[in-house]
């Protein structure tokens, strides 16, 4: 006997039923989607060629990207963006050179770092406060600034840091371990964590000894709410976090006319929320379901690069710069061999060409009514006007400022004997200094330039040999470009080293202080 079909109506039903639970296990994460390699085979077997799959994660930087409305705007010029979060940088690197991807999104460090196969093609934005480095004074009260770290040791603790591993958090760790010399990973205990939020919690947690945490926003205000100190944040090193858009090899050799179509779009965005940044901050919240609040912290603390600028650093050797000092840290970190020797072969500035062309036509048309909107289309916001420099208010400004750290000085700050002369060899470790201290916001970072000596001959003489040795140190690294607010300071033999013998020759040394002003 034959057995009966079931009436469509029940198909239909069944099959409704599917696709529901189906949706339901996506969104509750008991079923993944397919991995990138799929949706790749699925666009090379009869899809659209101009399909372009980007490699990312949930960084509010990133958001354009997965925005709707950016997304409407490439479907009119005939693209479709497929945006990945793939959290491992070295996993996002190896499935560009793999070809599942076109595209990823990272910062400069981890590009030099995992040297994908692809070249970076624009410029997407740094972080000017989303990033910072928390002190736990609740926990530890004499914790007030990188230098306070060597007491913390001295008295037999050893100090906890966290973050965010593999993110602009552990780099921002590594840059202060190269620069500051009370900054030291290597007397850590570093408790890696996968996301900022876990770190806040552990700083918060009174159980955990958490000497130092790396936070971004909006942790970041909330710490400071809290009591905790912020010592230093990426607005104060402006140029240190980049984040960058890389296409691979194959994808610019195969499809160069879709990437140029997908920056005159992105550009195009970017271009509009300069004029009117309230749809980027709903787009920041919505994307990242964050308050009205939140979202303003994240916003404020990230810089976008317009066409213009990105075309700027490219053309002008910026970018070239960057990659060499971010390589620089890299290697001094051990993570490299060697800083890039030839970083203008890294990056392409062709494919934004139409991109700057359309921003620069719409400077043409707003200029002459609206100077401030086109002053930001080029990345040059208009400067705020300054009141004349009173330099006792200076001098007492910065003495009295919040410490951040002494930097570390690689060589010698020396003087021929009994004089203010410095010698040849401590001409070169200054014009390093030089280089390292202009990385630093000038409206939130100021220099103190302190000189002891040993105590051989009288506290007078000095007290005003250290002075002058100060002040040459300070006049030296003004004639290398250092017009930031610096001073400088002698303090004869009032503070010897701990453990050394006063007449020690140790205790002749010129410390590189930087503070922290109100701003």
């Given at each position: 006997?034959?057995?009966?079909?079931?009436?469509?109506?029940?198909?239909?039903?069944?099959?409704?039923?599917?696709?529901?639970?189906?949706?339901?296990?996506?969104?509750?994460?008991?079923?993944?989607?397919?991995?990138?390699?799929?949706?790749?085979?699925?666009r090379?077997?009869?899809?659209?060629?101009?399909?372009?799959?980007?490699?990312?994660?949930?960084?509010s930087g990133?958001?354009?990207?997965?925005?709707?409305?950016?997304?409407?705007?490439?479907?009119?010029?005939?693209?479709?963006?497929?945006?990945?979060?793939?959290?491992?940088?070295?996993?996002?690197?190896?499935?560009?050179?793999?070809?599942d991807?076109?595209?990823?999104?990272?910062?400069?460090?981890?590009?030099?770092?995992?040297?994908?196969?692809?070249?970076?093609?624009?410029?997407?934005?740094?972080?000017?406060?989303?990033?910072?480095?928390?002190?736990n004074?609740?926990?530890?009260?004499?914790?007030?600034?990188?230098?306070?770290?060597?007491?913390?040791?001295?008295?037999?603790?050893?100090?906890?840091?966290?973050?965010?591993?593999?993110t602009?958090?552990?780099?921002?760790?590594?840059?202060?371990?190269?620069?500051?010399?009370?900054?030291?990973?290597?007397?850590?205990?570093?408790?890696?964590?996968?996301?900022?939020?876990?770190?806040?919690?552990?700083?918060?947690?009174?159980?955990?000894?958490?000497?130092?945490?790396?936070?971004?926003?909006?942790?970041?205000?909330?710490?400071?709410?809290?009591?905790?100190?912020?010592?230093?944040?990426?607005?104060?090193?402006?140029?240190?976090?980049?984040?960058?858009l890389?296409?691979?090899?194959r994808?610019?050799?195969?499809?160069?006319?879709?990437?140029?179509?997908?920056?005159?779009?992105?550009?195009?965005?970017?271009?509009?929320?300069?004029?009117?940044?309230?749809?980027?901050?709903?787009?920041?919240?919505?994307?990242?379901?964050?308050?009205?609040?939140?979202?303003?912290?994240?916003?404020?603390?990230?810089?976008?690069?317009?066409?213009?600028?990105?075309?700027?650093?490219?053309?002008?050797?910026?970018?070239?710069?960057?990659?060499?000092?971010?390589?620089?840290?890299?290697?001094?970190?051990?993570?490299?061999?060697?800083?890039?020797?030839?970083?203008?072969?890294?990056?392409s500035?062709?494919?934004?060409?139409?991109?700057?062309?359309?921003?620069?036509?719409?400077?043409?048309?707003?200029?002459?009514?609206?100077?401030?909107?086109?002053?930001?289309?080029?990345?040059?916001?208009?400067?705020?006007?300054?009141?004349?420099?009173?330099?006792?208010?200076?001098?007492?400004?910065?003495?009295?400022?919040?410490?951040?750290?002494?930097?570390?000085?690689?060589?010698?700050?020396?003087f021929?004997?009994?004089?203010?002369?410095?010698?040849?060899?401590?001409?070169?470790?200054?014009?390093?200094?030089?280089?390292?201290?202009?990385?630093?916001?000038?409206?939130?970072?100021?220099?103190?330039?302190?000189?002891?000596?040993?105590?051989?001959?009288?506290?007078?003489?000095?007290?005003?040999?250290?002075?002058?040795?100060?002040?040459?140190?300070?006049?030296?690294?003004?004639?290398?470009?250092?017009?930031?607010?610096?001073?400088a300071?002698?303090?004869?033999?009032s503070?010897?080293?701990?453990?050394?013998?006063?007449?020690?020759?140790?205790?002749?040394?010129?410390?590189?202080?930087?503070?922290?002003?109100?701003?």
């Amino acid at each position: 006997m034959a057995k009966k079909g079931f009436p469509p109506i029940v198909y239909i039903l069944f099959l409704i039923a599917v696709a529901a639970a189906t949706s339901w296990l996506f969104k509750s994460g008991r079923l993944t989607p397919p991995p990138i390699a799929g949706l790749n085979a699925l666009r090379g077997e009869g899809g659209d060629t101009d399909d372009l799959v980007l490699l990312g994660d949930t960084f509010s930087g990133y958001s354009t990207f997965r925005d709707g409305d950016f997304q409407a705007l490439l479907a009119e010029s005939g693209l479709r963006l497929v945006y990945e979060d793939v959290f491992d940088q070295g996993e996002r690197a190896a499935q560009l050179d793999r070809g599942d991807a076109d595209l990823l999104v990272t910062t400069i460090d981890r590009f030099l770092q995992h040297q994908p196969q692809g070249q970076i093609i624009a410029l997407i934005d740094r972080t000017i406060g989303a990033d910072a480095v928390v002190l736990n004074t609740p926990k530890y009260p004499q914790l007030k600034s990188l230098n306070d770290l060597k007491t913390l040791s001295a008295s037999g603790i050893t100090p906890t840091i966290t973050y965010a591993e593999d993110t602009p958090s552990e780099y921002l760790a590594r840059v202060l371990n190269v620069q500051f010399e009370g900054f030291d990973l290597g007397r850590f205990q570093v408790m890696g964590v996968a996301e900022a939020s876990e770190a806040w919690a552990l700083l918060q947690d009174p159980s955990q000894a958490i000497a130092v945490a790396v936070l971004w926003e909006p942790f970041v205000t909330q710490a400071k709410r809290q009591g905790y100190t912020v010592v230093l944040s990426s607005n104060d090193t402006p140029n240190t976090i980049i984040d960058v858009l890389v296409a691979s090899d194959r994808t610019i050799a195969e499809n160069p006319e879709a990437i140029a179509r997908l920056l005159t779009a992105y550009y195009r965005h970017i271009d509009s929320n300069t004029q009117n940044n309230a749809r980027l901050k709903a787009q920041i919240q919505a994307d990242g379901n964050l308050s009205t609040e939140d979202a303003e912290l994240v916003l404020k603390g990230i810089d976008f690069f317009t066409s213009i600028e990105a075309d700027q650093w490219m053309q002008d050797g910026t970018l070239a710069q960057r990659l060499q000092a971010t390589g620089a840290i890299l290697t001094l970190a051990g993570e490299m061999n060697a800083p890039p020797s030839e970083p203008n072969t890294l990056y392409s500035p062709q494919f934004i060409r139409e991109a700057v062309t359309n921003t620069e036509t719409l400077i043409g048309l707003i200029e002459a009514d609206n100077p401030k909107l086109a002053a930001a289309l080029k990345g040059q916001p208009i400067a705020a006007e300054t009141a004349p420099v009173n330099p006792e208010a200076v001098r007492q400004e910065v003495q009295t400022a919040t410490p951040i750290g002494n930097l570390n000085v690689r060589g010698e700050v020396k003087f021929t004997t009994g004089s203010a002369q410095l010698t040849p060899d401590s001409l070169q470790t200054l014009d390093q200094l030089a280089t390292e201290i202009s990385e630093f916001n000038t409206d939130t970072v100021a220099v103190r330039v302190i000189g002891h000596t040993s105590q051989t001959g009288s506290a007078q003489l000095n007290q005003t040999l250290s002075q002058q040795r100060a002040q040459a140190v300070v006049t030296y690294l003004q004639s290398r470009g250092i017009s930031r607010k610096i001073i400088a300071e002698g303090k004869g033999y009032s503070e010897t080293l701990p453990n050394i013998a006063p007449t020690d020759a140790r205790n002749q040394r010129t410390e590189i202080r930087l503070v922290r002003l109100d701003s």
